[in-house]
Structures are given as C-alpha cells and as structure tokens.
C-alpha cells in the first residue's frame, strides 16, 4: 500500500492547517455587477412666455385670418336682451326672423320665407313620436285641410333629428312638414329659453308678424284654439270690409202720397 505522504507541521509542532483549494468552477463564474444608481428625471425647460401684441400685430395677424381666442369666446356669448347667440326674443307683434333650419327631408329652410304668401302656424312638441305630441301632432293632422282652406300653413317644430321626424312623419301620415332645430335656437326665441321645449303653438299673419301665442297649451286643446283663432282673425276682416251705407234718413223716408199733398 502506499504511505501517506507525512503531515506538515509548524515550528510550535502543531499540524499546518492548509486552506481549502477553491473550485476552478466558482472562480471561473463572474463577479456581481453592482446596481447601477437610478437616473434622475430630466427637467424640461419652462416654456417661453409668450409676448403680448401690441395693436399693430393684432390687426396684422386679424388680416392673415388669425382670431383671437378671448374675442372670439366674446361673440359666441348671447347678446344683451337675446335668447340666442344671434335670435332675439319673439314676442307678440315681432316678425318672423331670417333663420335657416332643415326640414325633415334635411333640406334648408329660411323660415321667414314661410310667410311671403300665407300665414303661418308653428306648432311645438318636447319630443317626437311621443303619446302627448303624438296626440297634438295628429289634432293638427285631422283638421288640416281647414287651416289651409283659411290660407294658413301648418309646420311642427322640435329639437329632433331629421331622420326621426321623418320616421314620425311617416308612421302618422303627418301631412305638414316638419322643422328640425337640434341647438333649439328658434325654439328658445319663441318660449323664452328653459332646458326642454314648451309644448307650444305661434301663430303668424301672412307678412309674418306674430299675432297668437299659446305657450304652454294642453296637446288636445292645441289644434282647436288655433284653428278658432284663425277663424275669429277672418271674421273680424269680414267685418271690417262690409261695405257701409252712403244713404241718410231723410233719404229713405218713404215719399208722401199724392191725396195727402193736395189736401
């Protein structure tokens, strides 16, 4: 057997500790990276403050078709004694405005053409297709002929869509047209503003000045009392176009008879 080699020991006679052989595989493997520090947000630079203009670079930038935010915010604001941006308050004597809205068909309507030749009724419903503007919508329906008869058109106006007044108009057979005013611009001017549409009717000589407003009105009773209006309006102008008599009394007093002018 072979001798194990003799273990060496220090000069005190104590065995030399000898230290552990590292593996060549731990030595071989990388040291730790250490953490690198986080980096620190970048600041951005403050943005430049913008110079005021003066007056000679407003107009110049005007010309160049540049408006000013704070002018502009200041015309979008309504006018002092308006219901609108641009549509004063109806009231009764006021004409008809110059107003473009669509129609059902989407097609443009200046409503102050509305009146050139015949008077006008402009009934309001909140909501189309609707149980209470439904029942003021086919009031008007069924006796239409006898607004016209008097020379008198018949239109319904709301803040609906065209598409849906025109699926109303369609499953009543509503023979009148139909206003669309989504921003309820007109709507406001006649019922004097509020957040929902007054049921309503207006009614509008030939010339278009406004002569009968009923603001709010029953959806039932709505069709009837225009419709006596318009007929109380056409009395009155038969009245007052009645020729008169030229004749006075002594004119018509029956002529003596002969015997009574001899005797």
């Known amino acids: 057997m072979p001798r194990k080699a003799a273990a060496k020991v220090t000069e005190d006679g104590e065995p ?20 690198e ?7 951005k630079p403050a943005a430049p403050r913008r110079k005021k203009r003066n007056a000679g670079e407003a107009d ?3 010309e160049n078709g540049q408006e000013d935010s704070v002018k ?14 641009g549509l004063a308050a109806i009231d ?14 989407s097609e443009d309507v200046d409503i102050c053409t509305l009146t050139a030749e015949k008077g006008l009724v402009l009934f309001l419903v ?21 607004f016209t008869s008097q020379s008198y058109e018949v239109y319904c106006l709301s803040a609906d869509s065209p598409v849906a007044q025109t699926k109303w108009q ?76 030229d004749v006075t009394p002594a004119e018509t007093a029956p002529a003596e008879p002969e015997e009574a002018k001899e005797a």
Do not use: W
């Not at 502009?72 to 941006?85: C, F, I, V």
């Not at 609707?130 to 006898?146: H, L, M, N, S």
């Open 72 to 85: 502009k915010a200041k015309l979008d604001e309504p006018a002092e004694g308006s219901s609108s941006a």
């Open 170 to 245: 369609t499953k009543k057979n509503l023979p009148y047209p139909l206003l669309s005013d989504p921003k309820r611009v007109l709507i406001k001017a006649l019922t004097g503003g509020g957040t929902r549409t007054a049921r309503s009717h207006f009614i509008f000589e030939k010339g278009g000045k406004l002569v009968e407003k009923k603001n709010p009105v029953k959806a039932a009773e709505s069709p009837r009392l225009a419709l006596e209006f318009i007929k109380g309006l056409d009395a009155e102008a038969m009245a007052v176009d009645a020729p008169t008599s």
């Open 16 to 35: 030399e500790v000898q230290a552990p052989r590292r593996s060549t595989r731990i030595t071989s493997q990388p040291k730790p990276t250490e953490p």
């Open 126 to 146: 909140p909501k189309a297709d609707t149980p209470g503007c439904t029942t003021q919508a086919c009031g008007f329906r069924d006796i239409y002929p006898d």
């Open 37 to 43: 520090e986080p980096t620190k947000p970048v600041k």
């Open 60 to 62: 110049a930038q005007e």
């Open 92 to 105: 009764i004597g006021d004409s008809l405005p110059s107003y473009t809205l669509k129609n059902e068909k």
